[in-house]
């Protein structure tokens, strides 16, 4: 299913679906791609030929999350956005739950976490249908998921993994989608657009964001560099203005990498691919085993009220 919640990227007005192409009241129509995703970012707001994640980043994303070995941080996320979504909703409502993922990669977690609420409303309905009503509920589209990329090569990977999720190629920073309407945002491991996210965000939504932790893949970084830095994201700073934070879980676990292949390709999904220097690069080459430390953060955020 498509998302009603679209917006032209051009003249911000409503985009309907029809016939396989997205088009606004002014005319401007975007055609969905064979891999079944939409093309949202215009050419004149690219700032490279091909902005994002390029092919072997993604590719090397795709063969290491498929390892389940980042389950648990999926996991964690689905539970706290089931805890931060309207429930009653989820259960009895016509309108949708609307959930936008920026910066979804190859969209490991977005079709996670679709595949998680999904389960749970159709338990609720289950449960609603039996406890009160003894009819059959109508057919209904509770759920509108969209996962959002700058990378083409990212969209076309994930919109192989779920053709009821709408997959868009997109800016974070200007997000084509009606103002307020996503009742949850989930941003993984990508850089904050604070302003684009509070548009985008219903007033009573909620933020959830994923960021990395001190001793996220320390073991690897000791191998790559001779000096390791401190490295961690603290989303509150970036987020503030806009944002109060409302809750926050660590997810921390240790994990042994059994062979060069996954180690290279932890290594290639991360900026450490471009940024270690060579020597560092060749001893992590040298390795079929390393103990790894996962150390991420789950914060909730709102948007702070504004006076009209
Ligand atoms: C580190 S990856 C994380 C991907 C995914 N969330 C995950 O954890 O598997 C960061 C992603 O952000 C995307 N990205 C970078 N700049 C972006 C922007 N301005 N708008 C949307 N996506 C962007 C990249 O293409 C890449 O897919």
């Known amino acids: 299913m498509t998302s009603t919640t679209l917006s032209c990227p051009t003249c911000a007005t409503p985009l309907t679906l029809s016939d396989k192409s997205l088009s606004c009241s002014n005319n401007h129509c975007f055609d969905q791609a064979k891999q079944g995703y939409f093309n949202l970012l215009l050419s004149n707001k ?76 159709q338990a609720s309905e289950e449960c609603t249908y039996q406890d009160y009503t003894g009819q059959k509920p109508a057919n209904k589209n509770t759920l509108e998921l969209i996962g959002l990329d700058i990378s083409k090569d990212a969209i076309r990977f994930a919109a192989k993994r779920n053709k009821d999720i709408t997959w868009i190629v997109a800016s974070g920073a200007e997000i084509p989608v009606s103002p307020h309407s996503q009742q949850l945002i989930t941003c993984l491991f990508t850089r904050l657009m604070p302003e684009g996210m509070a548009k985008a965000l219903a007033t009573s939504g909620k933020l959830v964001v994923v960021t990395t932790g001190k001793q996220h893949l320390l073991e690897m970084r000791n191998v790559l560099y001779n000096d390791v830095k401190e490295q961690f994201m603290n989303p509150e700073a970036t987020l503030n203005s806009l944002f109060n934070k409302v809750t926050e879980q660590t997810v921390q676990y240790q994990h042994t990498l059994i062979s060069q292949n996954q180690i290279s390709s932890l290594l290639a999904m991360t900026p450490h691919q471009w940024r270690a220097p060579e020597s560092g690069r060749l001893k992590l080459q040298s390795l079929n085993e390393l103990a790894i430390t996962i150390d991420v953060t789950i914060t909730v955020f709102e948007p702070i009220p504004r006076t009209v």
């Not at 993604?58 to 999926?74: C, D, K, M």
């Not at 909703?89 to 979804?104: E, F, P, R, V, Y």
């Open 46 to 121: 690219k700032k490279s030929k091909q902005p994002g994640d390029n092919a072997e980043m993604v590719a090397a994303r795709h063969v290491f999350l498929e390892t389940g070995i980042y389950q648990p941080i999926s996991d964690a996320l689905n539970q706290v956005c089931r805890e931060h979504l309207p429930t009653t909703k989820l259960a009895t409502s016509q309108s949708a739950n609307t959930i936008l993922d920026i910066g979804c990669g190859e969209g490991y977690y977005t079709n996670r976490l679709w595949q998680a609420l999904a389960d749970q409303e």
